[in-house]
């Protein structure tokens, strides 16, 4: 794909700096919002331990064995995608990118744009990558979920869950979402909670139904690992919407309001704010999230250089690996309206 | 796969930018009939995706800002 560029060609002044588009942070990896796992190439286990004791009553004679060592493998293999597209630097030579390139008529690379353009498209992939992580299926999972029957019960699948499988346009891997509606060829063993259409007036009410349905046992975990709210990024502007006219700000209580370190709290839950699909939020352990990749660096690297040495044609490529693995998965919750 | 679905769009139903996928298996804007029950950002719902038990839970929902006994009729 060439530059998709309406330029004018420079004549005097151009107005500094470029207007970049908005972009979402990828709050993600840089606030650590989940757990990470670096070196994984393929076909690393990943193993939970559930175990059962049963209490008997004593026996001087030969004892019964009861309760269970419970052990569940699960193989992971991240995905491997790629960004790629090529442009020709010719197309601008007569836009405000000349007076960035050196003199010559071999001399067509434009310092601004590599500084300006290409950091821009690399803060491009690392939103998409997050939005992805979050937001994301496979054609596989996409089929299997519609094939589900509904219905209202924790052991099936939601209509509201079958509805966002299939608005999704099937991608590379499963999103968090989408895998904890079904994974491991089997629907996911999350806490369903149904929900609706979130809005300023309802986001208490809602609120308090995740909340409430946090399993007791991740809500109370000894230490320093608590339950967190992940919600939309809309899910910000309901609750300050609601605050204004809340009479006590202590169902909702935001700290360093507008400002960079600002933080917002559901009855003492820290609410992260992701790429989330609209009316949906989940409750977790961050421990029980998980961003699987070779390396994660990788999504801060592109190479940008010529398609062959005999053309003026560049590339610009990045190459990354990814899984979203969710772990514990009934100590999770997943509210989807 | 066949749509047996009991419902379909109405001719009121809003289009919007989606991505499909090409014959080369990469994503290309396509404008589509649909609607966008979980965001834009999470997928446009097409016709051909309509199950009943996605229709009636869509008319369940059925509001002022999101019209979807508008949008989705019984086909006759």
């Not at chain 1, 008997?56 to 992971?76: C, K, M, N, V, Y």
């Not at chain 1, 219905?151 to 869950?161: K, R, T, Y």
């Not at chain 1, 609706?196 to 009410?205: E, V």
Request: aromatic share 10%.
């Amino acid at each position: 794909m060439a530059i998709s560029a309406t330029v004018v060609d420079i004549r005097g002044k151009a107005v500094e700096p470029i207007i970049e588009e908005l972009l979402f942070a990828n709050d993600t990896i840089e606030k650590e919002l989940v757990t990470f796992h670096e070196d994984i190439k393929a076909s690393t286990i990943v193993t939970e331990n559930d175990n059962t004791v049963t209490m008997q009553a004593f026996t001087s004679g030969a004892p019964s064995s009861s309760g269970t060592f419970g052990l569940t493998d699960r193989e992971i293999t991240p995905v491997k995608v790629m960004y790629y597209q090529t442009f020709t630097p010719e197309t601008l030579r007569t836009s405000r990118f000349n007076r960035s390139m050196k003199p010559g008529a071999w001399n067509i690379e434009s310092n601004e744009f590599g500084t300006v353009v290409l950091k821009a498209y690399g803060n491009a992939i690392s939103e998409d990558v997050q939005s992805k992580f979050w937001n994301n299926i496979k054609s596989a999972t996409q089929t299997a979920i519609a094939a589900l029957t509904p219905g209202a019960g924790q052991g099936s699948v939601g209509a509201a869950e079958q509805t966002y499988a299939a608005s999704l346009t099937a991608g590379e891997f499963d999103g968090v979402v989408s895998y904890m509606i079904y994974n491991n060829g089997a629907l996911g063993t999350r806490y369903k909670v149904a929900g609706t259409t979130l809005s300023s007036t309802n986001i208490a009410t809602e609120m308090g139904k995740v909340y409430a349905a946090i399993p007791t046992r991740a809500a109370n975990q000894p230490g320093g690992m608590k339950v967190e709210i992940y919600a939309p990024y809309e899910v910000k502007q309901f609750i300050n919407i609601y605050n204004v006219t809340a009479t006590y700000r202590d169902l909702f209580s935001v700290t360093n309001l507008g400002q960079p370190n600002e933080a917002y709290y559901y009855a003492g839950v820290k609410i992260n704010f992701v790429p989330l699909p609209s009316n949906c939020i989940i409750a977790a352990l961050p421990s029980n999230i998980h961003w699987m990749t070779d390396l994660l660096s990788d999504i801060n690297m592109f190479k940008v250089d010529r398609v062959a040495s005999n053309q003026e044609t560049w590339f610009v490529k990045h190459v990354m690996t990814i899984f979203a693995h969710v772990s514990l998965q009934s100590m999770n919750v997943l509210y989807l309206g | 796969m066949a749509n047996e679905c009991k419902y379909k769009f109405s001719d009121k139903t809003p289009k919007h930018i989606a991505y499909v996928k090409n014959a080369s298996g990469l994503l290309e804007q396509k404008e589509v009939v649909g609607v966008t029950p979980f965001g834009k950002h999470s997928g446009v719902l097409t016709e051909d995706k309509l199950t009943d038990t996605i229709a009636e839970y869509l008319l369940s929902k059925n509001s002022t800002n999101e019209p979807y006994a508008t949008w989705i009729v019984a086909k006759k």
